[in-house]
Every structure is written in structure tokens, then in C-alpha cells.
């Protein structure tokens, strides 16, 4: 009776997860027999997927009913409850009920302490674009998986290049994999640079642009990303998170705080090598500038959540902030 409920941002890293789980489950030659998916269409999809996964596999291997996008963990009916509570403790041993979703569940809900019980929970988050040390385990670790040697300095390339984009960690890494495979040179730093898409990068100049107060760079570098097809919540994220260490770097230089090793742990930078270059940054720019591009930032992340035309949402909100940070 096994149960899987997998939740998160990183959309790749559940993808694969999936597939993981989908080959260990079933056999190839029954999968048609065997595997179904359920989208969150009709409002009677968890009915159905809970009837589905009742019935044994036919044939070899095990069943897999999988109910993607689910909004299980976050609005339960009493009705679907009711079924939940009558399915869960009698599904059949080779059957695997699959329940993903993007948010995280509600465990004020009675499905989801009902969910705690049986099923086995597995969060895929997507790293903060400000955590650099973590990027660069994720990195060595994805790396490690792929069988690519690199260097601890190849590994924080990446990291600064490419940002917590998992799908494209594994797409750069491919592509070195094969160039390793096609040439006697090993990796370095040099050879690196030339072959990975530099996207993450390139926004942390457009908020270096914006910091200055520098609109037309600003909008330049905007219109490169966006023909480059960067995401523009991509775009706003690696924003918000350089905005935020800015932020909490001027809060500690107002308060006094010379210490290094002490704004590091503040501003959660797990290199205190870099304090003393966000303090330049930051020198000249007033703390209350600072403070006012975050509720613009986390404006336009809504906006763009919320459907509105990326391209001139992201322009009207760039020039806004070059203007909050233009030096008087």
C-alpha cells in the first residue's frame, strides 16, 4: 500500500523523481495496463483516482495511479474525505497511489494528517537564489550523479552562472559531459565560461544597473534576457535575493557592525570574503532606497504570477527602480 506525496517548486527535480519511481514500479510491457494519471480537470478526478488504485495490476510489476497538480493537501471536501478515509488503509499491496503537487500541504487539513499516516512525503525546493553555498552543493552533487569531474572553482561558475535552475544544471552538465567525451582537454574555468549559458549572471548585472540608477543599461540587459527567453520570474527572483543581501548588508553597516564574519551570518552569505565588496556596493546608497525597492520587487514577482504581460511589467518596474535608486 504504498503512498507518495510529492511537493515543491523544482518542477525537474520532481520530474525525475517521478520517473524513478514509475520504472521501479512497473513493467515495461504492462505500463499501458497498469499506469494512469489523473489532472486536476473535473472535480471528481481524486474519486476516480482513488477507485483506479484499488484495482490489482494486471500482468507483471505493480500499478502506478498517479494525480498530478493535486489540490489534495490544500482543499479537501467532506465528500473526498470521506473516500479517502474508506481507500487509504485497503489499497492493494502492488498498487502505488502518486500525488504531486507545487504547494505545500495543509496539515491543518484532515486529509493531510490523514495523508501523514500512511503516505511517504518528499519536498523538492528550489534553492534561494542568495544561497550560494548551497547552489554549489547542488552543483557537485548533480555533477557527482553525471560522472563529470569538475573543480570546486568550475563548480562555483556554475553555480553563479546558472542559479537554481535545476533542468538547466542537468542541460550544462550534459553538454560538458560531451565535451569531456570529445576532447583530450580537461575542464577548466576558461573553457567552462565559453560553453555555459550565462543567464544568472547577466541578472545580477541588471541589478547592479538598477542599483546604480543606470536605465538604459538596465533595459539593455533586460531585452538581452528576454531574447535569450530568461523567465521573467527567474528574472525577479535572482532580483529580490540580491536586493535582500544588499539590504541586510546597509542594515548592518547603519547599525555599527564591522565584523565581517558577523554580517555574513546576518545577510546568510556563507562567505564573509564577500562583505567587503557588498559593502562598496552598497556605500553610497541610502538605506531608505534599499528598503523601498522590496515592495516593488515583490509587486512585480505578483504581477507576473498573476498572468500580467511579462515584458512591459518587467520594463515599467525596472525603470521604476532605477529611478527609487538614481543618486540625488
Not at 509587486?299 to 515584458?311: H, N, R, Y
Amino acid at each position: 500500500m504504498p503512498i507518495y506525496v510529492y511537493w515543491g517548486e523544482d518542477d525537474f527535480a520532481m520530474e525525475k523523481a517521478v520517473v524513478i519511481l514509475r520504472d521501479r514500479i512497473l513493467d515495461p510491457l504492462w505500463t499501458g495496463f497498469n499506469y494512469t494519471s489523473f489532472t486536476p480537470d473535473h472535480p471528481d478526478t481524486i474519486i476516480q483516482a482513488l477507485n483506479q488504485v484499488m484495482t490489482p495490476p494486471f500482468g507483471a510489476g505493480g500499478r502506478l495511479v498517479w494525480l498530478t497538480n493535486s489540490t489534495l493537501g490544500q482543499n479537501c471536501p467532506d465528500h473526498i474525505l470521506s473516500e479517502l478515509q474508506r481507500t487509504i488503509n485497503a489499497i492493494p499491496p502492488d498498487s502505488t497511489l502518486l500525488i504531486t503537487s507545487r504547494n505545500k500541504p495543509d496539515e491543518r487539513l484532515k486529509s493531510t494528517k490523514l495523508l501523514k499516516q500512511f503516505a511517504t512525503f518528499c519536498e523538492f525546493p528550489l534553492i534561494p537564489p542568495w544561497k550560494t553555498e548551497l547552489l554549489v552543493q547542488s552543483v557537485q552533487q548533480t555533477a557527482q550523479t553525471l560522472e563529470i569531474k569538475i573543480t570546486p572553482q568550475i563548480a562555483e561558475l556554475l553555480a553563479e552562472s546558472i542559479g537554481n535552475d535545476t533542468r538547466l544544471l542537468y542541460n550544462e552538465l550534459e553538454k560538458l559531459r560531451l565535451y569531456t567525451q570529445g576532447s583530450r582537454k580537461p575542464l577548466d574555468v576558461k573553457i567552462v565560461s565559453e560553453l555555459v549559458r550565462n543567464t544568472t549572471q547577466n541578472t545580477l548585472q541588471l541589478a547592479t544597473a538598477i542599483r546604480t540608477g543606470d536605465t538604459p543599461t538596465a533595459l539593455s540587459i533586460l531585452a538581452d534576457l528576454t531574447n535569450a527567453a530568461e523567465p521573467g520570474l527567474k528574472i525577479v527572483a535572482t532580483l529580490i535575493g540580491q536586493f535582500r543581501t544588499w539590504l541586510l548588508v546597509k542594515m548592518m553597516m547603519e547599525t555599527g557592525e564591522r565584523n565581517p564574519q558577523a554580517i555574513a551570518q546576518a545577510a546568510e552569505i556563507s562567505n564573509p570574503k564577500r562583505i567587503h565588496f557588498l559593502q562598496q556596493e552598497v556605500k553610497s546608497l541610502p538605506l531608505q532606497q534599499l528598503i523601498s525597492t522590496l515592495p516593488i520587487l515583490l509587486d512585480l514577482e505578483v504581477s507576473l504570477k498573476q498572468g500580467a504581460s511579462e515584458i512591459s511589467t518587467l520594463q515599467t518596474k525596472i525603470i521604476e527602480l532605477c529611478q527609487i535608486c538614481r543618486p540625488s
